[in-house]
């Protein structure tokens, strides 16, 4: 197949704005040209491809960031800047895309404005929906896109999917990584990790109070998006509690986390999916996480990990007394069975395919 895939509006390919879909992006890029497949990427100005991603084409465009939803309220109007990427990278989508002759578009944005494009655009468009419900109005597309052929949607986990109204059963294909990039850690030391963007959903205060209750440290990696809620979590504890380490490479990332002793997973909201968590399983490291969202179907109670009832720090902190008993090389073991990049490809071949044959319909 001949694919155009569209990145997030919110920012650059490599710039860390676009959260965990950026790691998905180049996963999957890679993993569909391993296969065989022509690809090309359409995303932010001044983005860069990674460079086993880096034999797709890269078509890019300038305008002003889309906001993300997370940070709106629930009810509140579709918004688009004046001059805004999400709208120049459709009309891009729509005017050169027939021409390029592409088989299929692959959106790994969450926004309104592709969704409700879909039915009426001259080339299919395919979502891999990358979050769970925030938005009214784009929920309410999302179903009726839905009613009219869901064969154009895709999910990361089943507890995202619920959070939509679907007339069948969702589509799931997980995630996938490049395994080779990630150094099984058999040691551990005593600290604990963190990886997200530092935004209040993603519940950086429990995991700190937890480290803090546990007289350990925690290293923090991710882009510090909101620096009010940064600040405030790091007051919430005493100094030296929390060690910044900023928004790293994979490369970097998986050197400093495989010795953690276990990765917190503390999120406030439904993850679609929890690519941090895979990270830390393939470098060895045992997750303890909120029983929310995808993480809560990643992690495999005594095997991989343990689950506590959300925002449940005293659990949370118990939880972080029994990993010892986890055999690390498990929980590499599970990422490899069920998350390695070439498991993500098949998958996404198998949906492609499916859904460019007959039955495809027009409202």
């Not at 990427?41 to 983005?47: N, Q, T």
């Not at 879909?118 to 979502?127: G, M, N």
Request: charged residues 20%; contains cysteine.
């Amino acid at each position: 197949m001949k694919l155009l895939v569209v990145a997030s509006p919110l920012g650059p390919l490599g710039s860390g704005a676009g959260g965990g879909v950026e790691l998905t992006l180049a996963n999957l890029v890679a993993g569909l040209l391993q296969r065989g497949h022509g690809l090309t990427v359409l995303a932010a100005e001044g983005s860069v491809l990674p460079p086993d991603a880096a034999a797709a084409d890269l078509w890019t465009c300038p305008g002003t960031p889309q906001a993300s939803l997370q940070h709106q309220p629930r009810e509140a109007p579709i918004t688009i800047a004046a001059d805004g990427l999400l709208p120049r990278l459709w009309r891009r989508v729509l005017a050169e895309g027939p021409a390029a002759g592409f088989d299929a578009v692959l959106n790994l944005s969450a926004d309104w404005l592709p969704f409700w494009l879909t039915p009426t655009a001259p080339l299919p468009i395919f979502h891999l929906v990358s979050m769970g419900s925030v938005q009214a109005a784009l929920d309410r597309e999302i179903a009726e896109l839905a009613r009219w052929d869901q064969r154009r949607l895709a999910f990361h986990s089943r507890s995202q999917a619920a959070d939509f109204d679907l007339p069948a059963a969702p589509v799931v294909v997980g995630n996938g990584f490049d395994l080779q990039a990630y150094r099984f850690c058999p040691q551990s030391e005593p600290l604990l990790g963190w990886v997200g963007r530092v935004a209040p959903e993603k519940g950086l205060e429990d995991a700190a109070a937890v480290a803090a209750s546990l007289g350990l440290p925690l290293a923090v990696w991710g882009l510090r998006e909101d620096p009010a809620y940064a600040a405030a979590v790091e007051a919430s504890v005493p100094a030296g509690t929390l060690q910044w380490r900023g928004f790293l490479p994979t490369a970097e990332l998986q050197a400093q986390l495989g010795p953690c002793r276990a990765l917190l997973n503390t999120p406030k909201w439904n993850e679609a999916y929890g690519n941090v968590v895979v990270e830390a399983l393939a470098c060895g490291v045992p997750v303890v996480a909120y029983r929310r969202g995808g993480p809560g179907e990643l992690v495999q109670p005594g095997i991989t990990g343990e689950l506590v009832e959300p925002d449940d720090r005293d659990a949370l902190a118990a939880a972080v007394g029994r990993v010892e008993r986890i055999e690390r090389a498990a929980c590499r073991r599970w990422v490899e069975q069920h998350a390695s990049r070439a498991v993500l490809a098949e998958r996404l071949e198998a949906w492609l395919q499916a859904g460019l044959g007959p039955q495809n319909h027009r409202r």
